[in-house]
């Protein structure tokens, strides 16, 4: 499988903005959908945002649309989420995962970068 | 927009069956997956389309869905089992995870 490198997260304050990457290794990166997923502290699993493998398609759970972007670069491997207006609540560990053929699961996550929100 | 629940926590002893459900709305119309999260890990999908298991992952795991419940069995649950288990459905372009239910193996 292909594996996923998340970074960027760190200790941020409320209002601010920040973006995370993914960077996936192999040469099917390109070839496939990408998601990022977060948890908050001692919480469940929390779908974020759905690219396309071509960057035709974004979805958006309702609790970032409109704040949260999702992007990616196949030239480079790298998957992106801009998070901008950053609120307590978005502290969570936030995951890039592929998905599987189906693409209604996820069979392949990162280890994950922590956002910490706070002033 | 769709939610699915679990319930928080089940206890089991080695050897015995587990059974986590998830609960929502005419859940047998769709397709649910399961993850298992061990402490400080990423989340490790070990069933999919209700029933069918990605390589690797041991036939004493099991899944079923009809109605309003879907339901991941383990069978004869051991030590290393215990863990957060999630179930997960789609709907409407948007991904849901249920709430998770914690596996202790006592």
């Known amino acids: 499988q292909v594996q996923l490198v998340e970074s960027g997260g760190g200790v941020f304050q409320p209002g601010r903005s920040l973006r995370l990457s993914c960077e996936g290794s192999?040469?099917?990166?390109?070839?496939?959908?990408k998601h990022w997923v977060r948890q908050a502290p001692g919480k469940g699993l929390e779908w974020v945002a759905f690219i396309s493998y071509d960057g035709s398609k974004k979805y958006y759970a309702d609790s970032v649309k409109g704040r949260f972007t999702i992007s990616r670069d196949n030239s480079k491997n790298t998957l992106s989420l801009q998070m901008n207006s950053l609120r307590v609540d978005d502290t969570a560990m936030y995951y890039c995962?592929?998905?599987?053929?189906?693409?209604?699961?996820?069979?392949?996550w990162g280890q994950g970068t922590l956002v910490t929100v706070s002033s | 927009s769709y939610e699915v629940t679990q319930s928080p926590s089940l206890s089991v002893s080695p050897g015995q069956t587990a059974s986590i459900s998830c609960f929502g709305d005419k859940l047998g119309n769709k397709r649910v997956g399961w993850y298992q999260q061990k402490a400080g890990q990423s989340p490790l999908l070990v069933i999919y389309q209700d029933n069918r298991r990605p390589s690797g992952i041991p036939e004493r795991f099991s899944g079923s869905n009809s109605g309003n419940t879907a339901t991941l069995t383990i069978s004869g649950t051991q030590a290393m089992d215990e863990a957060d288990y999630y179930c997960?459905?789609?709907?409407?372009?948007?991904?849901?995870f249920g709430g998770g239910t914690r596996l202790t193996v006592l």
């Open positions: 995962a592929d998905p599987d053929f189906s693409n209604y699961y996820f069979d392949n």
């Open positions: 192999g040469f099917t990166f390109s070839s496939y959908g």
């Open positions: 997960q459905t789609w709907d409407s372009s948007h991904w849901v």
